[in-house]
């Protein structure tokens, strides 16, 4: 069965710095990954995803994600955190056999000014 | 991007009503919804998935009579909890997918549920 692990509860960074989150996934055929942002009381928003092709991909708000398929890994970068991208990130894979997502257990960001 | 709308946002209702809560895909015909719950700190939880026409398939330890689930068209889906108790608050988000298998899913806003 697939699975989706984020190591990280909770980091925190400051404002202007860089940023890496990270992302390990158990999957035996081709994963397709998925970043998502969580603000408070919200619903996710998508940040990012990866189905095939280029293995570094762009997302918005100046996030990017590099597939490592040797490491199992799906790490979320920003190159500057911005105080807004305080907010708790989660890392899915989808399962074709199952037609689902299955989401890591979160990274909560916080952002110092 | 693709919208999905959740109506209503918060609910509070007094224990042993039924609360409804509507998710719609509004710029796009989802094939598939689904309905997870999340609880504070914590990630979330895959209740039911439904195809449109079809019934729900409900992940392993929820009550299908308590969440029931309606997938009448390719634009709206509703989770209805019945008699809902204090134990029933929690965050609900559903999530519409596309036609094609593996397209990405867009979430709703969440509907926060209160009961007294």
């Known amino acids: 069965a697939q699975s989706v692990t984020q190591p990280d509860i909770h980091i925190t960074v400051s404002e202007g710095a860089s940023l890496e989150l990270r992302c390990n996934y158990s999957y ?86 | 991007g693709a919208v999905v709308s959740q109506h209503p946002s918060w609910v509070i209702c007094k224990s042993g009503t039924s609360v409804k809560i ?42 299908k009579d308590k969440f029931l689930i309606n997938h009448a068209s390719l634009t709206l889906s509703t989770l209805t909890v019945t008699s809902a108790h204090p134990e029933d608050s929690s965050f609900y988000i559903c999530s519409a997918r596309g036609l094609a298998g593996r397209d990405t899913q867009y979430f709703g806003p969440g509907t926060r549920l209160t009961v007294l």
């Open chain 1, 28 to 113: 035996g055929a081709t994963p397709y990954l998925f970043w998502y942002v969580q603000s408070p009381g919200q619903g996710l928003q998508l940040l990012l995803k990866y189905f095939s092709g280029d293995t570094l991909v762009q997302g918005i708000k100046g996030f990017e994600a590099e597939f490592k398929r040797s490491q199992s890994s799906f790490n979320l970068r920003k190159p500057s955190v911005h105080w807004s991208d305080a907010a708790e990130y989660f890392c899915a894979v989808f399962s074709g056999s199952a037609r689902q997502l299955t989401f890591g257990s979160g990274t909560q960001l916080t952002v110092l000014p």
């Open chain 2, 22 to 63: 509507e998710c719609r895909s509004l710029d796009f015909q989802a094939t598939t919804m689904f309905w997870y719950r999340q609880f504070p700190k914590q990630s979330l939880m895959l209740m039911a998935t439904s195809n449109e026409g079809s019934k729900a398939t409900y992940e392993q330890g929820v009550e």
